[in-house]
């Protein structure tokens, strides 16, 4: 099973791109569950809210609906440990748990979050504050990109997010890996020139293409193979392009279509 969506789903220009013109935040969800079965809710990175806030989001999707939750910034950016914070954000998960639509948290770490011992304790940390949950870790840095971190988070039962990003020095390569009986794969874009922030420019504005798309269409098919479920999620959101490139993967993966 391939369960396709984007990260957030709650943006402003994507009103007239991807959403109806006219529509107001409130009605986004409402139709972004036409066209998708999950979504990375990316707003708990931002600040922790409310359970309700979960709660009202759930009610708007049907059964079957899933969602993966991305932990606070906090957790993955300022290696926090305090138990206050984890209590909150594990109250935050409630509401999508007791909907039966909650299929884990992720974890993305920053370029600067480099293989140490330090970060690789801060992974078992994690594993031991939240693993009752299914945990997927996102690495920026390439030092990550080594055999025995895969057999470290296998032996840890945590889920390796396979990306796509720019093929700049010190990045991530688009390599394909499994960890947990769940694949999942993030889609950034490729926008090199702008995502060390050096142009004027959004980092995560890029549209993919039918060819780039095939690549990792072909590797998720492979995936999907070796593993009970995978998650694929674009983050390119930029004007609705995460959308947009999700369906365009959606057409491409449907089982009918051999011309992969």
Not at 160 to 174: A, H, K, M, N
Request: aromatic content about 14%; hydrophobic content about 35%.
């Amino acid at each position: 099973m391939i369960r396709i969506g984007t990260s957030g789903y709650s943006f402003a220009d994507w009103v007239g791109e991807f959403y109806p013109s006219g529509t107001n935040k409130g009605e986004m969800l409402g139709h972004y569950v036409h066209r998708f079965d999950t979504v990375e809710v990316n707003s708990t990175y931002y600040r922790i809210p409310h359970p309700t806030v979960l709660r009202n989001m759930e009610r708007k999707t049907g059964p079957g609906f899933e969602f993966i939750i991305k932990a606070n910034q906090e957790m993955t950016h300022k290696g926090s440990r305090d138990p206050s914070l984890y209590r909150r954000f594990r109250e935050v998960l409630e509401p999508v748990k007791e909907a039966r639509k909650f299929s884990g948290i992720l974890f993305q770490f920053p370029w600067g979050f480099k293989n140490t011992a330090d970060n690789r304790g801060h992974l078992s940390f994690l594993k031991d504050t939240l693993g009752d949950d299914p945990l997927f870790v996102e690495f920026r840095h390439d030092s990550w990109i080594r055999d025995e971190v895969f057999e470290f988070l296998k032996g840890h039962g945590v889920g390796y997010c396979s990306v796509d990003e720019p093929q700049l020095p010190g990045l991530v390569p688009p390599i394909a890996r499994l960890t947990t009986d769940t694949g999942y794969v993030r889609l950034h874009g490729r926008n090199a020139e702008n995502w060390w922030g050096r142009g004027p420019g959004d980092r995560y504005d890029y549209l993919y293409n039918e060819k780039e798309l095939s690549e990792w269409a072909r590797k998720i098919r492979d995936m999907e193979k070796e593993v009970r479920k995978v998650y694929v999620f674009f983050n390119n959101c930029h004007a609705g392009q995460a959308a947009k490139n999700a369906q365009l993967m959606q057409e491409m993966l449907r089982p009918d279509n051999e011309n992969l």
